[in-house]
């Protein structure tokens, strides 16, 4: 149980460059933290300064509020659990569970160690597998393995670094939920590394966005999805990703490549002097206008190129020219968040009753005020709503109390009977 | 896939036994000539397979080394032989290991100098370094002695080693390491508990390397020792026979296997062991 404080973290590689820089965040006693970021972002090297495997450049690293930049690894008390897992091939599963415990020389009997190991075991479900060798494993078992070590003595903090990205979709699916069951259970506080925004957003109470070194936004997933700061947290955060358009500011009005909306005074107050800004909007705002489901706002019109159809949704693509202004912007955008530069193309997540078909020009619409419009410059957030930010903030603090709560309870309950 | 699979090793298979056979036939010569009695060597008549087997085996030769006139020459060369190459490969190994460590692990001024070095060392010919140190041995007092050979096999084989064992300590994951670290162990137990037993391999197939290069070494034994320190490559330089005008051919062909014998048995213990892959199942898979 312990608090983690990164102030002002840098990490500066020989060749000067900040892999890390000026990152500063609090994590509370219990919380489960997500740093996320595309590759390259510095989210590991973060983590690596955490546990203490690579050096601070500078900056302060604080557990419970005792400095530990110059500690080695083996004197902060974290846990780790590796992409790759590093289990030892020599040592059976027991034996690799019971590592740290062993190291701890006179701290631990052999009974001690046994009911620790089994304890693991247990609630990860390796019981049958204690004898085997870490080859004769599957990745899930192995997986398992490398959370039974991580999870055996009584670390501060575990941190994990991308634990799921070698198993396959089902398995990722069912070991996330796990981590997340355990994480409840035990309350321990957990950093968790990761480049999927789905296990950033399911798993995290908060989330650090990361984009080449730098901390864009920390914050609960609902908040970065719902008022992301600037334009890469809002292209990042979100499955299919946000659809961005260019749009001409002509006084109250955007025009959008399809139509024009109207805008209230504060934000037109805002684009003022602004020839051109990004309009941003969730696929799953933009709604088929022939369903009539009482949405009330802009109506378009536009020729659908593609759609997809899953069951439970679809999608259907348009293809639109970006004007040349903000074209290049986009396309930097499109880069960090490691993508193919194709494109410009509107997605929209439909209900799956919808009988648009491609190759028809169909009619949409959706509600403006569900719209994100960003400085094409600095890539900021015109329309975040720091009030409702800041109430999102307090909702999801308070739910993640009241889980903690009830875990424990549940655990002493369990434990007294 | 199977079917293919043997099919494609056909033509190794053929190549593979004129090789055997090549490699083969002089080490049975030894063996055959080592059982024949002195009339057998003289005569074809005595022998089968075209003089090449004897008709009569016989075990005179083994009783003249071990227990016959040229015991005395034998059995101490044989107990040198033992003592300078295990000592050698101990503590070539040791030396070895922590070399390839550092090599492998840290960054270091004067790493490529050390690999280089090293490389050019094992490339220098050897009998050009054996007049002077025969030189430098008789005046510091290492001339015939254990510790006189010792340090010149140390220098044939360290090179190698740190090479093999480095290549080794390479092909270990960064990972295990630092898991053992945040696992709570000091940079001496994550080497000791973890690097060592996956090393393993690499550690039992150096060791055997280095004993054969300092066992098989005739150069630096005949000429850095006299009659003290002399091992049994030098040894069977310096077997005679009956007379001046016999060769003492079978006792040298017999000495020649029993002194193959330990090899033959190193090999056999620790093939299995010097198989790689010990690290599998480490990582993802």
Redesign the interface.
């Known amino acids: 149980m312990a608090e983690i404080t990164l102030k002002n973290l840098v990490k500066k590689y020989g060749d000067g460059f900040p892999a890390v820089n000026d990152i500063s965040l609090d994590i509370a006693d219990g919380e489960f933290m997500i740093l996320v970021g595309p590759s390259g972002c510095g989210k590991s090297t973060l983590l690596r300064m955490i546990v203490g495997l690579e050096d601070i450049t500078s900056g302060d690293m604080l557990i419970d509020g005792k400095r530990v930049n110059e500690l080695a690894p083996r004197d902060r008390n974290l846990s780790m659990v590796f992409q790759n897992y590093a289990l030892y091939p020599h040592l059976s599963v027991f034996e690799n569970i019971a590592f740290p415990l062993r190291l701890a020389k006179g701290h631990h009997s052999e009974e001690e160690i046994t009911s620790k190991v089994n304890a693991a075991s247990d609630m990860l479900e390796l019981n049958e597998h204690l004898e085997r060798k870490p080859a004769n494993l599957s990745g899930g078992q192995r997986q398992r393995v490398a959370m039974g070590r991580a999870i055996v003595r009584d670390a501060d903090a575990f941190l994990f670094d991308e634990p799921l990205s070698n198993l396959d979709a089902k398995l990722r699916g069912q070991m996330r939920t796990e981590i997340s069951r355990m994480q409840r259970r035990l309350g321990t506080t957990t950093v968790y590394v990761t480049h999927d925004q789905t296990e950033a957003m399911t798993l995290g109470d908060r989330v650090a966005v990361l984009k080449k070194g730098l901390l864009q936004q920390c914050a609960s997933p609902r908040e970065l999805y719902d008022q992301p700061v600037n334009l890469f947290v809002a292209g990042f955060i979100g499955s299919p990703p946000m659809n961005f358009l260019p749009a001409q500011v002509d006084g109250a009005t955007l025009r959008l490549p399809f139509c024009d909306v109207e805008i209230g005074a504060d934000l037109a107050a805002k684009v003022e002097g602004k020839d051109i800004v990004i309009v941003g909007i969730r696929p799953e705002h933009i709604k088929d206008a022939s369903l009539d489901d009482g949405v009330q706002g802009a109506a378009f019109t536009a020729p659908v190129d593609v759609t997809e159809w899953l069951g439970n949704e679809q999608y259907a693509y348009i293809p639109f020219d970006a004007d040349p202004a903000v074209r290049a912007k986009l396309d930097e955008l499109d880069r960090d968040l490691d993508g193919e530069g194709m494109r410009t193309q509107i997605v929209v997540n439909l209900d799956a009753r919808s009988r648009i078909r491609e190759g028809d020009d169909e009619s949409f619409v959706f509600d403006p005020a569900l719209m994100h419009v960003f400085d094409p410059e600095s890539g900021d957030c015109l329309t975040r709503d720091e009030a409702k930010a800041k109430a999102i903030a307090e909702e999801s603090e308070a739910d993640r109390r009241r889980g903690l709560e009830r875990a424990k309870a549940r655990e002493s309950k369990n434990a007294t009977t | 896939m199977a079917s293919q699979d043997i099919k494609g090793t056909k033509p190794y298979t053929l190549l593979a036994i004129p090789i055997i056979i090549w490699t083969l036939v002089p080490l049975l010569w030894t063996l055959a000539l080592s059982g024949k009695s002195p009339a057998a060597l003289a005569s074809a008549n005595e022998n089968t397979l075209g003089n090449f087997w004897p008709k009569d085996w016989t075990w005179d030769n083994y009783a003249l080394i071990f227990t016959g006139g040229a015991s005395d020459l034998f059995l101490p060369a044989l107990r040198n032989s033992v003592v300078v190459c295990l000592s050698a490969t101990v503590i070539g190994v040791i030396l070895a290991m922590f070399c390839a460590y550092a090599i492998a692990r840290l960054n270091f001024p004067g790493k490529r100098v050390i690999l280089t070095t090293a490389l050019t060392v094992s490339f220098f010919p050897v009998i050009a370094m054996v007049t002077p140190l025969f030189d430098l041995w008789t005046k510091i007092g290492l001339f015939d002695t254990i510790p006189g050979l010792i340090i010149p096999y140390l220098a044939l084989t360290l090179p190698l080693s740190i090479w093999v064992l480095s290549a080794f300590f390479q092909a270990i994951?960064w990972?295990?390491e630092?898991?053992?670290?945040?696992?709570?162990?000091?940079t001496w137990?994550a080497f000791r508990?973890?690097i060592v037993?996956?090393a393993?391999p690499g550690v039992f197939t150096t060791a055997i390397i280095s004993f054969f290069i300092a066992w098989n070494d005739f150069v630096f034994a005949i000429s850095l020792t006299s009659d003290k320190a002399r091992t049994v490559p030098a040894a069977l330089a310096f077997f005679t026979g009956a007379s001046q005008f016999e060769q003492p051919t079978g006792g040298i062909m017999a000495a020649a296997v029993v002194v193959t014998i330990p090899v033959v048995i190193l090999v056999l213990i620790f093939q299995r062991r010097i198989v790689a892959g010990?690290?599998?199942?480490?990582?993802?898979?």
């Open positions: 994951p990972e295990m630092q898991a053992a670290q945040v696992d709570g162990a000091t137990q508990k973890v037993p996956l393993a010990l690290t599998s199942g480490a990582v993802k898979g």
